[in-house]
């Protein structure tokens, strides 16, 4: 964090010295002492908030950049098994809005001939993939958007939640942007 330790006692027998020398003979000046030591730290500690997942370029997909926002600050403020929870039920919608941003039905149809729903990112995603990275060589990137929403449900419905899994399910969520965003040439230079 960059923040620099104020104390400059190396050991307990230093501090020791320090206390025991006559300038801090009673507990109450010793506190006050190591008080105002650590109080700039402490204060720095507090400004400072706790990025987990570093924030991500615009996609250009304003539902989808705004649900990313909103998936880093909840991470952020997360304490307890429901707001985990909470991260993955965001993560799904962030994905939810990410297929309906790419998804085409006259381009990228259906793979079983019915039409997705307008909330199916699972296949809407799928068919898009299956349209723009075309044969077996590219079974693996399918498989990834299909972990990527799974892992989210699954963080939604999981009573036990922990923060790495929501950091993970929230770093999975924002991959899956990033290489659909690649993929569409929202990340493309411009020329």
Not at 7 to 27: E, F, I, Q, R
Not at 58 to 86: C, H, Y
Not at 146 to 169: E, G, I, P, W
Request: with cysteine.
């Amino acid at each position: 964090m960059d923040i620099e330790d104020p104390n400059p006692h190396a050991d307990l027998w230093v501090w020791y010295g320090k206390w025991s020398d006559g300038s801090l003979p009673t507990y109450q000046s010793r506190r006050r002492y190591i008080t105002d030591l650590y109080e700039p730290l402490l204060d720095a500690l507090h400004s400072t908030s706790r990025t987990v997942i570093k924030p991500q370029e615009p996609t250009g997909w304003m539902r989808v950049d705004r649900s990313m926002e909103k998936i880093g600050n909840a991470l952020e403020r997360a304490r307890d098994e429901e707001d985990f929870q909470s991260v993955g039920l965001l993560c799904r919608e962030a994905v939810i809005s990410l297929a309906q941003a790419v998804y085409d039905p006259e381009k990228h149809g259906a793979l079983d001939g019915v039409p997705p729903s307008p909330t199916d990112a699972k296949r809407m995603l799928e068919s898009y993939i299956a349209q723009e990275l075309q044969g077996s060589a590219y079974d693996y990137q399918r498989k990834f958007a299909k972990a990527v929403f799974d892992l989210a449900v699954n963080l939604q419905h999981r009573r036990t939640a922990k923060f790495r899994d929501a950091a993970l399910c929230a770093e999975a969520t924002r991959s899956m942007i990033n290489t659909i965003a690649l993929l569409s040439g929202q990340r493309d230079p411009e020329r």
